[in-house]
Structures are given as C-alpha cells and as structure tokens.
C-alpha cells in the first residue's frame, strides 16, 4: 500500500528561501480558496476549540523564540502614547502569541482575501516588517476567551500579559494574514523555519509595536481610517468595513452616522471624504434600510468578501433599490405594486445573496451585478410583494402562506415564477388581476377553493363542475403537449440525420487515425518471417541480420551491431506442432545468436505435452540433446507459475518450466551477461499468473475473403494448442521479469527474436511492455511463423488489440494523437428550440429525447373514481409511444432542465411503464391431445432441462413439442431448441445449386435477420451495431455492409459469398427406430436428421444463426432453431410446429 503524503524535512540540506517561498505561497493559495471571506475565517475555523489554540500557540513560541538581545513586553500594564508623540515614542517589542485575531480586537473589519494574498507574498519575499512600521495597538488589552498560562510568564512576576489579548487601532490585516499564513504552515507540518526562510524567521521573532492612547471608540475609528491612507500595501476603506466599523461605534454608545461623516471629513483631504456614492451608500444604507437588511448584507460581505459579493460602492448608492421609490408605470393600478417596501427589499437581498452564496461553476457564467442588473431584481421584488400584498385583500389567502409557496421559493432561484415575473412586468396590461393570470397564485386560488367545506348540494355541484374543469382543462395540456413536442421531432427528423452522419464521420476518421498510427508504429518496431520458402536455418540468418540493421538506422545515436543483444524465445511446450527438425533449426539460430553478439540470451520452455501418453520425458530429452550441441549455458532454469486452474478437468499443468541459454563462453556470467542480472535469472520464477480458460484462448484463422470458418461447436481450443498457448498475462509477467534489473544501461536497443509466436502472446506483450518501459533501452520484435497466412491473422490480431488499447488510452503510441471520441457539439447543426410544455416532461438529450409523463399526475388520476377511465384510456394510447416517468424520481423534472445521460447520449433508462408490454404467444390451435397424434414417430429427444419438453420428428416431416409430465411447461420467446450435429461449411461457387441438405449462411436484407451471439438472440442490425461502438468499420463475412442513412442504428446486407453448413452424414440404420444411447440422437444433433427445408416453413420456429466477432469480422458458428414465440403447454399435450 501507498504512504500517505507528508512533509519531508530535510535536516542537512536547506531549502532554498525563493523556493520555499514559492511552495507555501501556492499551497497557502490553494487554502485561501477554501475562504473567500479572508484569513479571520480560515482562523475562525480551524482554531475553535482550547486544544487547537494551545497546540498552535505552543508552535508560535518554539518556533519563534525570543531573541536575548531584545526586551519583550511581558507585563499586563501596557502605557500607551499619543498619536503625535510617535515619531518620539521608541517602540515596544512583543512575542507573535501576544496579538489577538477575533472580532473584538479591532473596530476595522477583518482583511478579504484578495489584500491577503497581496500581503503574504510580500511576506515570503522581503519578511513581516515592523520595525520601520510599527503595529499600532490600544492600550486597553481584551480578554481572550482562553484564560492560557502565558509561556513568558515567570512565577516571581505580577500582572502579566495574557496569551492574544492585545487589540489594533491599526494593524489586524497584517497580523491575521500573518497568523493564516503560519496557521498554514503549522498544519502542514513545517518545522525549523529559521533554516528554510531566515528573513521571515527574524521578522517574526519580534513584532515592533506603538500603542496609541484612545479616550473613545470614535476617535479610534477616526485613526484608523486616516491610517488606511497611507502605505503601499494598504488600501483605503470601502463601503462595508466603514459600515462596520460605524455598527459597531453606535452600538457601542457612539453618535449617529451623520455626525461622525462630518467629523470625518474634517479630518482628511477632499479625496478620501465620504461623499458622494460612498456617502449616498452610507446614508441609505444606515437610514432607509431595516436594521436586518443591514446585518444581513454585512454579514453576507463578511462571508464571501467584498470582491466576491453581490454589492458594490455603485449599486448601493441606488434609490431605487430602498423603501419609498416606485418603478415607472403608464397604469395606476401597477403603481401600487411597483412600491419598494421594507418587505421587497428584505426579498431582493435575499434573492440577490442567495444566487452568489449557492453559485458554482457548473451552473453557468456568474451574472454581473452591475446597477441595472440589482435594479431589475428590485423592480421584481418589489412587484411580487405587491401582487402578494393585492392577491391577500381580494381572497382569503393568508399572507404567511404566499411567503412560503411564492416569495420564498423564488427568493431562493425558482425560474419559473421568475419567468412569470418577467412575463407580467413586460406587458403591464391594465386588465392584469394577480389571482387569474398569475400561475404561481392562481394555484394557490385553486387549492383555497378545492378545499372549501361541503356545506349542501348545490355546493358540491360546483365542486363536481370545477373539477370536470379542471380535468378538461387537464387534458387540454396534455394533448397540447403531446402535439408540439411530435412537431418539435419532425422538425428535428432532417438535422437528426445529418448531425448523425457527422457523428459517424468524426468516429470514423478518429478510428482510420489510430489504425494508421498503430500501423506505423507495428511497421517501425514489428517484422513477421516465415518459415515457407526456406530450406534451412542458414537461409533465414540474413534477414535477421537485415532486420537488425534496418532497426539500427532508426535509432538517433550511432550504435554498432555489437550493442544491440538478441534475446530469444523458442515455445518448445508441444513439439508436436511443429514440423520435423524445426526445433534443429530453432537451435541453429539461438547458436548464431549467441556467437553473434554475447550479450544475448536464450529463453526457451520445455515440452509439456506429448501425444504419448506419458512419454514426455522424451520430448524433454530430445530438446536437451539438440540444445547441448550449442555449447550454451543451461544451467539456469525458472519455472511460469500459474494461479489456479480454471476447470478442474483441465489438465494443463500449474508449473511450465523453462531454462535460460547463456554464451558458453563466458566465464563470469555476472559480468558478460546483462540479463543474468535480471529478477527472472535471479528469483528463478514467476509471479502466479491467471491461467487462461479454453473459451478464452486464441485460435489462428485465415483471413482470406473465401475462407471457410475453422470450427461449428462452441470454439474451445483443445489438445497440443491448449498446452502451448501461455495466455498474455503470462507473456507479460515473463518480459517484465525478464528486463527488470537487466543491465542495459550500455545498450541502445534489444531485438526479441521469437521463433514460435502461434498466437502472437509474446508479440503483444512486447508491445505493452515497449510503451511503458522506463529505460532508455529500444525494443524491437522479430517473428518466424510457419506459415504466411498465420501470420497475416497475427498482424491483423495485434493491431485489432493495439487500437482497442490505444482508443481507451490504456497504451501510448508514439507521435499518435490521442483519440476524440465525442465530437464538438459547437460544430454540429442545431437543433429546434424544445417547445416549453404545461405537464408532459422529457428525458434525454438533445435529438433523444423522450417524452414522459409524471407519474404523480398518472398516480392521482388514474386511481380516481370519476375521470379514471378518461384518463386510462388516454394513458393507453400515450404508452403506445411514450413512458412514465420513473416512481422514486422525485419531482418532475422541468422541460428545459438537463437530465443525466449515459455515455452514449441517450437517456438513463427508466421504470417500465404501468403497461405490460404484450409478448406474442403461440396460437391455442395449434395445441392438441398428444395421445391425437397419428402420423409415425421417427426420432425422439428431450430438450434441455430437468423438466422439459419432447422434441419429436414424425412421418410425413411433422414436427413436435410435447409435453410428456405432469405439470404444466413454459418455453420463452428466443429459446432455443436443437441443433444439427457436427458438420462443415462449404463454399458454392455462384451458378451452384445447394445441397438439399445444406443450410446456407445468408443474412442478406433489410438487417432484420435473427442471430444469436453470445447467447443473446438479437437482430443482425443490432449486433452490428453494438460492434460499431467499438469498431465503427465491422463487417460480416461473406457480406457487404451498408447503413441506411436515416435511420440510426439499421443496416441493409448484400451476399458476396455463398458458403454452406453441411451436416454430418446419417449412418445407415437395420430398423426405422434406434435406442437413442446407440444412434447417439440428442437436442444438439436432431436437426441433422430431417432436411433443413422442413424447419424453414414452422409458424413459431426459426433457424436461427450462432456467430462470433473475429478478426475478419462477423463469422458463422452453427445453425440452431430456436423458439420465436412464447409457448404455454399444459400436460399431455403437444404443440405441432409446421404451419
């Protein structure tokens, strides 16, 4: 397992200062983020409780220890001076642990973020400066809320100061932002800062200090922000900390806002005066505004900050947002809504504070709240809490409740009765009335009048009208829905298609550019001999020696052949598959190899499989006897250790030994072999590798266009293939062994001479190994198969397998641009607006989307006692099309909102609908009385299963099902049922009349054809369309491939080769009828006995086709008939199949 990230201290070397600078600096930023209400809520935060003070303040005192050569303040008596006497006043020093940072420290606001970062940075560059600008701090000290021993305090001394108890007239930005900082480096586990950055470490040990002699509170404010005026760093007062610091003035017994402006502008140039939109802001805010507007947008700036809050100097200084200005109206009966109120502007701030707190960045651009944009949120505010206001005196609708169903909601960013607002405020018609044209209350009416007391029966007359109002007016919406969102999908039938088409260009372009990459990069690393055309061993040299000259001209450095070792491979685990003496000339050219170059090696496994049972000690024999005649190194062996067995029943072995090949030559090996060094030579094994299950292994075919497939049963590699095929998980634990800890550094390239790929194991191996080794070191891979075609399959295979790997970016080829998978929607067409609709919702997106009805509204109607027929029977028709939307989904969704989708675009699928969708049975007429049966029977097999049904073939070509037990049996719908035996596929030239017995592989129409793969029945368009996904140029053998352009996802198919399956021929038979043990007559094989042309005319069965995805596209398995109807049979009676 990984350690967890820490902070490494080195001890011996110090980091330099710029760099130990820069660090902090970022991850100091990176915290900030986390607060952008600046440094005092970051210490607010993660100081809140005593153990987190005193641990912090613990590490201020060893850290910064005072100096001997200075006197530090350590009484409680502090005597202050006056702000004239400065420059006289020598300065006092202090310890960091003696200033405070909560609220109470100072009259002035606390630092924003951003001047904090401002003021760090320049704390890491040039130190924490006090002693030419000394703290200014009052000479009345607070008393912190943690009553701590102070680590200065001696037993002999009296009064002593107290741990964070000394306030600031001037100064709290500076000492928070510093305290953050430290804060920040204390969590992150910095210690000996004095060797990391001496400068802040000398600043810090002392803090120069004044403290200035304040008689009231408003003369301290007056300080400060005379003070704000001056310095580089500082920046003067904005609108909201004068604001504060005046709250917290008149709280404290101060006079009323209007005098101390006055004071102030007494006391300062005309720049720096409070007039203008400052005072405009100030005037309004502190005299127009409710006392809680006012505390909530202070609290709201103290939160966020003032940069990242929704108020500014220009948008607070608007009349038009406070309580008195009316908005302009040509109507009088507007002119009492559009009156800002106490009310509208509690609702406007809440609106505004709202969207900014809860914003993120998924949501969208962050709106700009300039003047005009606040106004208009003004103007809103306060018509809503007008209408309100009206719609409470005409109905008997208490106000409370229009605060929670209405002004609440959209306070809190509901965009629909924002768009309500906007609708009616654009048209401002005089014969507007709130309770009928505006939706959000006219619910409220309709609820209010629903839930009227029964008082007599003409009142439940009008009840009973207005809900058949309602359910009209209900199904209106519906219908209504319905119809424009059928004409919004036939407006987007024509983009649709193109915007396909352009999808499936782009996916095929991006799929011919990694085919290409992954072309080039094979052709640069990868060449496949054979083994046809060549007498002997000594004629193959040459082009080894060529290939490995063609390799060193690739390499940007000159290397002679003598630094490029060969390591080779020969796969001796079944010499039965290979020809006479091809192990002799295998052996000739690991001998050259060695006696070439000795740096090279030789890996070569043993044999583990003999046709002989028992007698593979000989084959183990033989392949010593012809390695011995090499004059090799064969004392080194290690073993390829396998997991576990996948089937009990296989008996491939766990063990696989094999033996290194080494230059007799050399005497000391540690020395002269760089792969004696390697963790393969020195463990001796493996690592347990997965053993491959027989399904899973690779069988060679050929590639050629008229080829015939290899195999008609379930495709399982068996006998000496199994044995020799190591699997590629193998493949790769043994390279990766193999390399690690081998001594290449003298070496610029490795050539791989495999002399048995079969399947390629080692071939794709070395790839994944090439893209992902650290050294230095280039690869290069030769191969000599048998036989051409073999390897044509090999190419094909592996660079199937490379772009697989390289789309999924789980391997990196060289100069190859990574692959695009989704196309810029910017560049495709657009799309029609979605019409916006009264219930029906969507899922989905873009051109998939699906209509939808809630099923809340399906829930309350379909179960009520007088419309739930109506309505039924329009669900009916609805679902023909259309879904329900899922129970658990919440509240419906509205129809402009995003809806999660799957990769692939199309929507999440949903619950199925209330409606049972209608599966196809087989017809009742055809079931009869088994015992009615007269034709002869022929032959007689059980279907799969322990209770199952009869398959029986009679005179006359009738087939049955027959139930013979006592219960009654279902079939499914795709079930399959026999099969056709062994057999072989034959190629018919073109004027060639098929067998009578054949059954021809032709999948040739519209792509609505049956085939089974994998064992799931589907449709020949969706197989290939499922291929496409992954590769979007599959194909089916014997066929061309060609997609209908408008329709997505079908396909059309033309027969470019007509190939056969020919069952096995029937033996001759002494009767009619035979013991089923003796024919060998089973399900897979009854198929073969009677004519395929009897299966093709069944009402309820098909010949269905079992295919696989191979190399060369889609190819044939075996024929099966399958059920395509659901069949129910009772006991004792049969089902007749033909028509």
Request: proline share 5%; with cysteine; charged share 25%.
């Amino acid at each position: 397992m990984s350690e967890p990230d820490q902070v490494v201290v080195v001890e011996d070397e110090a980091m330099p200062e710029a760099t130990f600078a820069s660090t902090w600096l970022d991850k100091f930023r990176a915290r900030m983020a986390e607060y952008p209400a600046g440094p005092a809520a970051l210490l607010k935060k993660e100081l809140n409780t005593d153990a987190e003070v005193w641990d912090f303040m613990t590490w201020l005192w060893t850290e910064f220890p005072e100096r001997p050569d200075v006197m530090y303040q350590h009484s409680g008596e502090i005597h202050g001076t006056s702000e004239d006497m400065l420059a006289q006043t020598p300065p006092t020093a202090f310890h960091l642990c003696a200033f405070a940072w909560d609220d109470r420290c100072s009259m002035k606001p606390p630092p924003g973020r951003d001047h904090c970062l401002t003021m760090v940075e320049h704390y890491l560059k040039h130190g924490f400066i006090t002693s030419g600008d000394a703290i200014l701090a009052q000479h009345k000290l607070i008393q912190p809320d943690l009553k701590m021993i102070a680590p200065w305090q001696k037993p002999s001394t009296g009064e002593c100061l107290l741990p964070f108890s000394v306030p600031f007239v001037k100064g709290r930005a500076r000492i928070t932002s510093l305290f953050a900082l430290l804060y920040v480096m204390f969590d992150g586990g910095v210690t000996k800062i004095a060797d990391e950055h001496k400068i802040l470490w000398e600043s810090c040990c002392v803090i120069w200090t004044h403290h200035l002699l304040q008689h009231t509170k408003e003369e301290e404010v007056l300080t400060n922000l005379r003070i704000s005026l001056k310095g580089s760093l500082r920046k003067a007062c904005n609108v909201i900390q004068i604001a504060q610091m005046i709250r917290k003035l008149l709280r404290d017994g101060g006079s009323d806002y209007g005098s101390f402006a006055r004071k102030w502008n007494t006391q300062t140039v005309a720049a720096h005066q409070i007039k203008g939109r400052k005072a405009t802001s100030l005037k309004l805010l502190f005299e127009s505004a409710p006392q809680d507007v006012l505390d909530d947008i202070l609290t709201h700036v103290g939160i966020m900050g003032w940069s990242e809050s929704c108020w500014t100097e220009e948008n607070l200084a608007s009349k038009r947002l406070f309580p008195g200005h009316g908005f302009h109206s040509r109507s009088r009966k507007w002119a009492p809504r559009l009156k800002v109120t106490d009310d509208s502007l509690r609702l406007m701030v809440k609106k505004l504070q709202h969207t900014v707190e809860n914003w993120r960045p998924e949501l969208g651009k962050r709106p700009i709240y300039d003047v005009n944009f606040v106004e208009g949120v003004a103007e809103k505010a306060a018509a809503l809490c007008g209408m309100a206001r009206e719609f409470c005196k005409e109905h008997p609708v208490a106000y409370d409740q229009v605060e929670i169903k209405v002004l609440k909601p959209w306070a809190e960013g509901d965009e629909r009765i924002d768009m309500e607002v906007d609708a009616a405020l654009l048209e401002k018609q005089e014969t507007f009335e709130v309770g009928l044209h505006m939706p959000c209350f006219k619910s409220m009416l309709d609820d209010a009048i629903f839930k009227a007391p029964v008082t007599s029966d003409q009142e439940k007359d009008l009840r009973d009208a207005l809900k058949r109002d309602e359910f009209d007016n209900l199904m209106k919406k519906l219908e209504y829905d319905q119809k424009v969102f059928e004409i919004w999908q036939s407006k987007c039938a024509g983009v649709t298609v193109s915007r396909n088409h352009a999808r499936q260009e782009h996916v095929v372009k991006q799929h011919r550019k990694v085919q290409e990459g992954v072309n080039n990069y094979l052709d640069g690393c990868v060449r496949l001999l054979t083994w046809e055309g060549v007498r002997s061993a000594d004629a193959l040299i040459p082009q080894i020696l060529q290939y490995r000259q063609d390799c060193i001209k690739k390499l940007k450095v000159k290397v002679t052949a003598h630094e490029v070792p060969t390591v080779t491979l020969s796969n001796w685990t079944a010499p039965c598959l290979m020809p006479n003496n091809r192990q002799t000339e295998h052996a000739s050219i690991l001998s050259w190899a060695m006696h070439d170059n000795s740096n090279s090696c030789g890996l070569i496994f043993s044999p583990i499989f003999s046709h002989q049972k028992g007698k593979t000690f000989l084959e183990e024999n033989t392949a010593l006897k012809i390695l011995s005649g090499g004059g090799h190194n064969l004392d080194h062996q290690f073993s390829l250790l396998f997991q576990e067995r996948c089937d009990q029943r296989d008996g491939r072995p766990l063990l696989y030994p094999a033996r290194f090949a080494f230059p007799g030559h050399i005497v000391d090996l540690n020395k002269g072999a760089p792969f004696f060094q390697s963790e393969l030579r020195k463990t001796g094994r493996t690592e347990a590798c997965k053993q491959l299950a027989a399904r899973d292994l690779k069988e060679i075919e050929d590639v050629a266009d008229d080829s015939l497939p290899s195999q008609t049963g379930t495709g399982y590699v068996n006998g000496a293939s199994k044995y020799c095929q190591i699997g590629l998980p193998a493949a790769e634990e043994i390279l990766k062994k193999l390399f690690e800890g081998a001594a290449l550094d003298n070496f610029q390239a490795v050539l791989l001479l495999d002399l048995n790929p079969r399947v390629g194991d080692f071939a794709q191996a070395f790839c994944r190994l090439r893209s992902h080794l650290g050294s230095p070191t280039s690869l290069f891979y030769l191969a000599v198969g048998d036989k051409g075609k073999d390897l044509d399959w090999m190419r094909l295979s592996l660079a199937e397998e490379l772009v697989e790997k390289a789309k999924a970016g789980q391997i990196l080829i060289p100069g190859m641009q990574p692959f695009q998978k989704e196309l810029n929607p910017d560049v495709l067409d657009a799309l029609p607006t979605l019409p916006i609709m009264n219930l029906l919702v969507t899922s989905g997106e873009a051109e998939y989307r699906k209509l939808q009805v809630p099923h809340a509204l399906v829930k309350k109607w379909r179960a009520d006692e007088e419309f739930g027929d109506e309505f039924a029977k329009w669900l009916d028709g609805f679902l023909e099309t259309y879904a329900v939307t899922p129970e658990d989904a919440g509240p419906a969704p509205t129809t402009n909102s995003p809806s999660k989708t799957l990769p692939g675009g199309v929507a999440d699928a949903v619950e199925p609908s209330p409606k049972k969708l209608k599966v196809e049975e087989v017809n009742s007429c055809h079931v009869v009385e088994k015992d009615s049966i007269q034709e002869a029977l022929l032959f007689d097999t059980k279907l799969a299963g322990k209770d199952s049904l009869n398959f029986q073939i009679r005179a006359g070509r009738k087939v049955y099902l027959v139930n013979l037990t006592t219960a009654e049996l279902v079939l499914k719908s795709g079930v399959s049922l026999v099969g056709f035996g062994r057999g072989a596929f034959k190629l018919y030239k073109a004027a060639e009349e098929f067998n009578e017995k054949a059954i021809p592989y032709n999948l040739e129409g519209g792509g609505d054809n049956l085939v089974c793969l994998n064992g799931q029945l589907m449709t020949i368009s969706t197989c290939v369309h499922q291929q496409r996904a992954k590769n979007p140029e599959a194909q089916i053998s014997y066929h061309t491939t060609a997609s209908v352009p408008e329709q997505d996802g079908k396909y059309t198919f033309k027969l470019t080769h007509r190939v056969a399956f020919m069952p096995a021929g029937k033996k001759e038979k002494s009767s009619e009828m035979e013991d089923e043990k003796e024919s060998g007559l089973m399900v897979s094989n009854i198929g073969a006995k009677e004519l395929p042309s009897t299966f093709a005319g069944l009402h309820c069965c098909q010949i269905v086709w079992h295919v696989r995805w191979t190399v060369r596209g889609l190819q044939p398995v075996k024929p099966m008939l399958h059920l395509t109807k659901r069949l129910t049979l009772p006991a004792g009676q049969a089902c007749k199949l033909n028509a």
